[in-house]
T-cell receptor, first 113, second 114 residues
């Protein structure tokens, strides 16, 4: 059973702090990893994708991937109340005909003003 | 460029009925995937269509089916609805050549089965 695990939270951080979200995956064949943000009642919105080991930065967001440890993380610097949402980690093994995303159940982030 | 669109946005049905949901992908995208999201199970993959062919299927009963048309628009159908089918149904499209597997989600169809 291919799984993606996330701490459900809630994770509460003060405004301006760094929020750290973590995710582990079970399928060693996973090649692509994604972080989506989902506001209550809305659909998931892509934040970042990462394919190679190491860090990838985009504005206030940094994704980190360690394939040896099967671990993905998302750092949000200078957290804002508008970052309060559920963050979904997803892994994808697109070899052959496999293209579906395996999602974690999400970590709920709350940024307090 | 317009995003993924889904219709209808909200739907109320009764047990035993069937329902058809529609998804129009981002222009130029050829792959459409469908997901079911519930509070208990989270986001679960239903199936993926690419060039009118089902390319991948999740672990859902045969009551859940789909198809894709030549213009890449997709529909999913759920027959003999059960209370447990109440969920947010999300469609995602992908396939631009540059980042072919990144999936972009539509707004979803919220289905309530009474």
């Amino acid at each position: 059973q291919k799984e993606v695990e996330q701490n459900s939270g809630p994770l509460s951080v003060p405004e301006g702090a760094i929020a750290s979200l973590n995710c582990t995956y079970s399928d060693r064949g996973s090649q692509s990893f994604f972080w989506y943000r989902q506001y209550s009642g809305k659909s998931p919105e892509l934040i970042m994708s990462i394919y190679s080991n190491g860090d990838k930065e985009d504005g206030r967001f940094t994704a980190q991937l360690n394939k040896a440890s099967q671990y993905v993380s998302l750092l949000i610097r200078d957290s804002q109340p508008s970052d309060s949402a559920t963050y979904l980690c997803a892994a994808q093994n697109y070899g052959g005909s496999q293209g579906n995303l395996i999602f974690g159940k999400g970590t709920k982030l709350s940024v307090k003003p | 460029k317009a995003g993924v669109t889904q219709t209808p946005r909200y739907l109320i049905k009764t047990r035993g009925q069937q329902v058809t949901l529609s998804c129009s992908p981002i222009s130029g995208h050829r792959s459409v995937s469908w997901y079911q999201q519930t509070p208990g199970q989270g986001l679960q993959f239903l199936f993926e269509y690419f060039s009118e062919t089902q390319r991948n299927k999740g672990n859902f009963p045969g009551r859940f089916s789909g198809r894709q048309f030549s213009n890449s628009r997709s529909e999913m159908n759920v027959s003999t609805l059960e209370l447990g089918d109440s969920a947010l149904y999300l469609c995602a499209s992908s396939g631009t050549g540059g980042d072919p597997e990144t999936q972009y989600f539509g707004p979803g169809t919220r289905l309530l089965v009474l």
